[in-house]
């Protein structure tokens, strides 16, 4: 299984941007899928963004396309989430997540990090 931590949240104003980071541990992190997830209070974690292991396919929500970009480096076991054009609507706790694709997208995979606040100021 991996071990997930991310880093890189905080208070941004609204238009402004921000890189998360999602460092893994383990041997299985260069064949997993990875994901991004965000969670506000009394909600549901949604989906936000998703990486294959090669890194060529890719898929994101519809609410951050064209904003936000996920990329990966297999070499050092870190998936990234670069957030441009921020809007107060995107504050939330931003949670990575490692698995199959498919398990990626549907928010089943078993790895989750603990994850790291994200809070845009309008």
């Known amino acids: 299984q991996v071990q997930l931590v991310e880093s890189g949240g905080g208070l941004v104003q609204a238009g402004g941007s921000l890189r998360l980071s999602c460092a893994a541990s383990g041997r299985t992190f260069s064949s997993s899928s990875m994901g991004w997830f965000r969670q506000t209070p009394g909600m549901e974690r949604d989906f936000v963004a998703a990486i294959s292991w090669s890194g060529t396919n890719t898929r994101y929500a519809d609410s951050v396309k064209g904003r936000f970009t996920i990329s990966r480096a297999n070499a050092k076991n870190t998936v990234y989430l670069q957030m441009n054009s921020l809007k107060p609507e995107d504050t939330a706790v931003y949670y990575c997540?490692?698995?199959?694709?498919?398990?990626?997208?549907?928010?089943?995979?078993?790895?989750w990090g603990q994850g790291t606040q994200v809070t845009v100021s309008s």
């Open positions: 997540a490692a698995g199959s694709f498919s398990t990626v997208i549907s928010g089943t995979s078993g790895s």
